[in-house]
Nanobody, 125 residues
Framework: QVQLVESGGGLVQAGCSPRLSCAAS????????MGWFRQAPGKERDVVAA????????YYSDSVKGRFTISRDNAKNNVYLQMNSLKPEDTAVYYC??????????????????WGQGTQVTVSS
């Protein structure tokens, strides 16, 4: 199993570039594909970005492509989400999630087995 704890959220101004971190416990962190999801008020939880256990080519949703970057440090059991040029529509609770690796990087919410508690990101205009 793996336990996940997100940090780095808060109230930020539009255009800022904060970084979210997700700390994973357990020695098998390297075995998991990792994803960042977000849920805005009244909306479903959707994938933002995902990265394989090996750190290969990541996936980004169209809404964040070119602005957000996902990365991982397997030695530190951390995964990160660098968010640039934030917009008010990026306001949401952001979740870190872990998925046992499969033949391809998966981006569906139901594919992920372990979840953090979430961190609120509020972008003011």
């Amino acid at each position: 199993q793996v336990q996940l704890v997100e940090s780095g959220g808060g109230l930020v101004q539009a255009g800022c570039s904060p970084r979210l971190s997700c700390a994973a416990s357990g020695r098998t962190f390297i075995s998991y594909d990792m994803g960042w999801f977000r849920q805005a008020p009244g909306k479903e939880r959707d994938v933002v970005a995902a990265i394989s256990w090996s750190g290969g080519k990541p996936y980004y949703s169209d809404s964040v492509k070119g602005r957000f970057t996902i990365s991982r440090d397997n030695a530190k059991n951390n995964v990160y989400l660098q968010m640039n040029s934030l917009k008010p529509e990026d306001t949401a609770v952001y979740y870190c999630a872990a998925d046992l690796p499969s033949s391809r990087l998966r981006v569906g919410e139901r594919d992920y087995d372990y979840w953090g508690q979430g961190t609120q990101v509020t972008v003011s205009s």
